[in-house]
T-cell receptor
Framework: NAGVTQTPKFQVLKTGQSMTLQCAQD?????MSWYRQDPGMGLRLIHY???????DQGEVPNGYNVSRSTTEDFPLRLLSAAPSQTSVYFC??????????????FGEGSRLTVL | KQEVTQIPAALSVPEGENLVLNCSFT??????LQWFRQDPGKGLTSLLL?????REQTSGRLNASLDKSSGRSTLYIAASQPGDSATYLC???????????FGQGTTLQVKP
């Protein structure tokens, strides 16, 4: 099992550029989510999805878009990159049992630098 | 708004000690609480998940407890080893929104 796969692992962007962070899971999980991790701020939820076609905002959604066209994939789009979006991004997935996420499985992270 | 706090932010202990990490949350309407481990430069690994109806969960040398009414959870690590050195994070799933909110973590160093 590959688990949760994130690509790319590293990316450098210039201010104003757009890009997509890819996330795929092969565990047939309904729940998928994106977090960013910054020093002193912990992990903050950007967007999450409880199933194909359903997405919702987390704590820090501004500047990011998501879609969930399949159960397996949950891409995160940066529309116009800003230096404040320099961070490590984690995708996570779990089974969903009605009230929310179950045991969460994380990808290895994508380190993004915006110049 | 749910807030999750972990104290202490850092902890250094000699090998073999039993230790307790603390996690508190402001809204008791949670669906579950999870403890994670994160090694430097890596993703998070789930250690224990406690459903809101449970009081504790155990896995090997780890034991996590949950007291919803007081908004607290503890992670007990028995007979600590240098390999336990990592950052430990707790996270609660809000019972109302399904959102998973993390604390900032406790960085543990176990010295040989």
């Amino acid at each position: 099992n590959a688990g949760v796969t994130q690509t790319p692992k590293f990316q450098v962007l210039k201010t104003g550029q757009s890009m997509t962070l890819q996330c795929a899971q092969d565990m047939n999980h309904e729940y998928m989510s994106w977090y960013r991790q910054d020093p002193g701020m912990g992990l903050r939820l950007i967007h999450y999805s409880v199933g194909a076609g359903i997405t919702d905002q987390g704590e820090v959604p501004n500047g990011y878009n998501v879609s969930r066209s399949t159960t397996e994939d949950f891409p995160l789009r940066l529309l116009s990159a800003a230096p404040s979006q320099t961070s490590v991004y984690f995708c996570a997935s779990s089974y969903s049992s009605g009230g929310g996420a179950g045991e969460l499985f994380f990808g290895e992270g994508s380190r993004l630098t915006v110049l | 708004k749910q807030e999750v706090t972990q104290i202490p932010a850092a902890l250094s202990v000699p090998e073999g000690e039993n230790l307790v990490l603390n996690c508190s949350f402001t809204d008791s309407a949670i669906y579950n609480l999870q403890w994670f481990r994160q090694d430097p430069g890596k993703g998070l690994t789930s250690l224990l998940l406690i459903q809101s109806s449970q009081r504790e969960q155990t896995s090997g040398r780890l034991n996590a407890s949950l007291d919803k009414s007081s908004g607290r959870s503890t992670l007990y690590i028995a007979a600590s080893q240098p390999g336990d050195s990592a950052t430990y994070l707790c996270a609660v799933t809000s019972g109302n929104t399904g959102k998973l909110i993390f604390g900032q973590g406790t960085t543990l160093q176990v010295k040989p």
